[in-house]
C-alpha cells in the first residue's frame, strides 16, 4: 500500500535556526496537507498544496511540492519555540477523495530558546 | 466562534463496557470523519460519513460504530469488542470530501 515517509523523525534545532522536513512518497500524489500538532492535542492546519511546483508560505513557514508531486517540503526559517510540536504530512493518492487521505507518521520539532 | 468540540478530553473503559465518543461540529460541514492515533503509527481512519443518515467504515472498523442521525453530530462508539481500544481519538470534518479537514482536539481512552 502507498505509504508517506517523513523525515527526520525528530528534529532539536536552537532557537533563530532555520530547518526542513520532508514528505515523500512513491507515487503521484493528488494534495498534499500540512498540519501541525501539540502533544495530546488535535491538528492544525497549515497549508494544503495541490499543483506540482506549487509553493505556499504562511509567516515564517514555506511549503513547496515537488514537479512530480511525490514529494513536499516543510521550511521553517528563523525558529522560535512556538515553532516547536509535531508536523505531520496527509496526502490524498486518488483524485479528491478526503476519505482515503494517507499520513506520514510525523516530525517532532523541539525548538531550544 | 466555529469548530469542532470532542468531549471528554479523558475516558476510561472498562472491561467489556461500551464508551461513546462525542464530536460535535457547527461549521455546517457535510463530512465528518474518526480516526485512531498511536504512538509511532499514522492516523488511521475508523469511520467516515458524507451526509446525514450514511457512513462507512474505514480501514479499521471493527469493535467501532458511529451513527449520523444529525449533520452537526458524529458520535463514535467503542465496543467491548475492541481488544486494544487505549489510543487517542481524533474527530474531523470538512466542507465536501475534496477540502482541508478541520480537527477537534482529541479524545485520550484508555482501560482501566
Known amino acids: 500500500s502507498q505509504e508517506l515517509e517523513q523525515s527526520p523523525q525528530s528534529l532539536i534545532v536552537q532557537e533563530g535556526k532555520n530547518l526542513t522536513i520532508n514528505c515523500t512518497s512513491s507515487k503521484t500524489l493528488y494534495g498534499l496537507y500540512w498540519y501541525k500538532q501539540k502533544y495530546g492535542e488535535g491538528l492544525i492546519f497549515l497549508m494544503m498544496?495541490?499543483?506540482g511546483g506549487e509553493e505556499k508560505s504562511h509567516e515564517k513557514i514555506t511549503a513547496k511540492l515537488d514537479e512530480k508531486k511525490q514529494q513536499s517540503s516543510l521550511h521553517i526559517t528563523a525558529s522560535q519555540p512556538s515553532h516547536a510540536g509535531i508536523y505531520l504530512c496527509?496526502?490524498?493518492?486518488?483524485?479528491?477523495?478526503?476519505?482515503?487521505?494517507?499520513w506520514g507518521l510525523g516530525t517532532s520539532l523541539a525548538v531550544n530558546p | 466562534d466555529g469548530g469542532i468540540t470532542q468531549s471528554p478530553k479523558y475516558l476510561f473503559r472498562k472491561e467489556g463496557q461500551n464508551v461513546t465518543l462525542s464530536c460535535e461540529q457547527n461549521?455546517?460541514?457535510?463530512?465528518m470523519y474518526w480516526y485512531r492515533q498511536d504512538p509511532g503509527q499514522g492516523l488511521r481512519l475508523i469511520y467516515y460519513?458524507?451526509?446525514?443518515?450514511?457512513?462507512q467504515k474505514g480501514d479499521i472498523a471493527e469493535g467501532y460504530s458511529v451513527s449520523r442521525e444529525k449533520k452537526e453530530s458524529f458520535p463514535l462508539t467503542v465496543t467491548s469488542a475492541q481488544k486494544n481500544p487505549t489510543a487517542f481519538y481524533l474527530c474531523?470534518?470538512?466542507?465536501?470530501?475534496?477540502?482541508?479537514?478541520?480537527f477537534g482536539s482529541g479524545t485520550q481512552l484508555s482501560v482501566l
Open positions: 496527509g496526502a490524498d493518492p486518488n483524485a479528491g477523495n478526503n476519505r482515503k487521505l494517507i
Open positions: 461549521l455546517n460541514h457535510d463530512a
Open positions: 460519513s458524507q451526509i446525514v443518515n450514511d457512513f
Open positions: 474531523a470534518s470538512s466542507p465536501r470530501g475534496n477540502e482541508k479537514l478541520f
Open positions: 498544496l495541490q499543483k
